[in-house]
């Protein structure tokens, strides 16, 4: 039975870091991965998923040198070379959103979303604009900063008022 969220939490032994030179787990073999990086923001976003959905014991972690590859991850695990990938019931599966909905979906543990239909919308609407931020902010680090940054303020004006008569509505609402 796995740890729920609300349960005492014990600190999670990490994974040594695979990198060029290290052994592939077995693939397809009924275990559970979650291809990861310790440090993708992406990434951690589904290992928080698991972590509080108290799945430590059913999905193994497979942390990747995102400098430094196995040639292996991409060659025979997942073509597109990012991460997260979910390794689970035959098949890998990429895109971090995508990924945080099908754990909540798929495995036991608390949900990560309300049950009432409003603040399912509002917690999606969180979700996707946490996505554009943190894009913007990693594609201010490679190009036109300027542009970016003027694109990232205009929409987090609109989010910050959107999600704060939002958050006013449910308050009021409960």
Same mark, same amino acid.
Request: aromatic share 12%; net charge negative; with cysteine.
């Given at each position: 039975?796995?740890? $729920?969220?609300?349960?005492?939490?014990?600190?999670?032994?990490?994974? &040594?870091?695979?990198?060029?030179?290290?052994? %592939?787990?077995?693939?397809?073999? =009924?275990?559970?991965?979650?291809?990861?990086?310790?440090?993708? &923001?992406?990434?951690? @976003?589904?290992?928080?998923?698991?972590?509080?959905?108290?799945? %430590?014991?059913?999905?193994?972690?497979?942390?990747?040198? /995102? %400098?430094? @590859?196995?040639?292996?991850?991409?060659?025979?695990?997942?073509?597109?070379?990012?991460?997260?990938?979910?390794?689970?019931?035959?098949?890998?599966? =990429?895109?971090? /959103?995508?990924?945080?909905?099908?754990?909540?979906?798929?495995?036991?543990?608390?949900?990560?979303?309300?049950?009432?239909? $409003?603040?399912? %919308?509002? $917690?999606?609407?969180?979700?996707?604009?946490?996505?554009?931020?943190? =894009?913007?902010?990693?594609?201010?680090?490679?190009?036109?900063?300027?542009?970016?940054?003027?694109?990232?303020?205009?929409?987090?004006?609109?989010? @910050?008022?959107?999600?704060?008569?939002?958050?006013?509505?449910?308050?009021?609402?409960?």
């Amino acid at each position: 039975m796995s740890t $729920a969220a609300s349960d005492k939490a014990t600190p999670e032994k990490l994974t &040594p870091v695979y990198g060029p030179t290290s052994e %592939q787990p077995p693939l397809f073999d =009924g275990t559970t991965r979650l291809y990861t990086a310790y440090i993708c &923001p992406y990434a951690q @976003r589904v290992w928080i998923t698991r972590n509080f959905k108290g799945l %430590q014991n059913e999905i193994k972690l497979v942390p990747l040198n /995102l %400098q430094d @590859r196995p040639a292996w991850y991409k060659e025979k695990v997942y073509p597109p070379n990012k991460v997260p990938a979910l390794e689970h019931n035959g098949k890998i599966t =990429g895109e971090s /959103l995508d990924l945080v909905k099908y754990l909540d979906a798929n495995f036991e543990g608390p949900s990560i979303t309300p049950d009432d239909p $409003a603040k399912k %919308q509002f $917690a999606d609407e969180l979700l996707s604009y946490s996505d554009t931020f943190v =894009g913007s902010v990693f594609s201010s680090f490679k190009g036109d900063v300027a542009n970016e940054v003027g694109e990232f303020c205009s929409a987090s004006i609109w989010y @910050r008022s959107y999600i704060l008569l939002n958050i006013k509505n449910l308050l009021v609402g409960l």
